[in-house]
């Protein structure tokens, strides 16, 4: 399994590349032994200068050519921006502008974000999960971002691995996506004798659909035939 982080982070160190190497520490320990997890971590930060020619040349430098080559060849991807003016980072949406078309499609990603505060714990929906969407990429179900006051506190690793799991299981190599088992689906009632209510039979929804799909070469019910009708009411028997 290629596992390729891509990180948005602009500082050293930054909680961006830390979120993004914990994430893959959890999929790495995840992942079986038969298929072990080879990690690649695409600094985006060192490829600043050459997005930006791409943009306006439209040809990728060396560094930037390695990079969209490992993303497009990874079997699964971990994506971690911080959050500037509410939505992933422009260096960030950037490097996917300058991705090939269909380089991630059907290919999962666990998006994650960094912010300083809770309140923009919602680009994850709002501003990632669309992107990646739009790339027709496969979005793991358990996005993670990281406040400030996340680090060290519950919920965060709880958070991580279960997105890691999700991930491996999206790749195909860990089994089902983790979750509540299924149960038996409710069907519609098993009753099928009517019910008799002042002087009138109650006859079940579901017979009456069933009265009213005619077989080929059978008469319409009520109407080609003296069968009972499969109306809610109907009397049990004529009045004289």
Request: neutral net charge.
């Amino acid at each position: 399994m290629k596992l390729v982080v891509v990180s948005a982070g602009l500082s050293v160190p930054s909680s961006t590349r830390l979120l993004g190497d914990r994430l893959a520490a959890a999929v790495v320990g995840r992942a079986p032994a038969a298929a072990p997890a080879e990690v690649e971590v695409v600094e985006l930060r060192d490829l600043a200068v050459e997005i930006a020619h791409n943009l306006t040349t439209g040809f990728p430098g060396p560094a930037l050519g390695a990079a969209l080559s490992a993303v497009a060849g990874a079997d699964g991807l971990i994506v971690v921006t911080p959050v500037f003016s509410a939505s992933y980072s422009g260096l960030f949406k950037s490097f996917f502008d300058v991705l090939e078309r269909d380089a991630l499609v059907g290919k999962p990603v666990l998006v994650a974000a960094t912010g300083g505060s809770a309140r923009h714990s919602l680009v994850l929906e709002h501003a990632m999960r669309p992107l990646f969407a739009y790339l027709r990429a496969v979005v793991v179900p358990t996005g993670v971002y990281a406040a400030s006051e996340d680090w060290g506190a519950e919920g965060l690793a709880e958070r991580i691995e279960r997105a890691a799991g999700e991930l491996v299981a999206l790749v195909g190599i860990g089994g089902a996506v983790p979750g509540p088992a299924p149960g038996p689906v409710p069907g519609p009632s098993a009753r099928k004798e009517s019910v008799r209510v002042g002087g009138f039979d109650v006859v079940p929804f579901a017979e009456q659909l069933a009265a009213g799909r005619v077989a080929p070469g059978a008469g319409r019910p009520g109407v080609d035939s003296p069968a009972r009708v499969g109306g809610s009411l109907s009397r049990s028997s004529p009045r004289p």
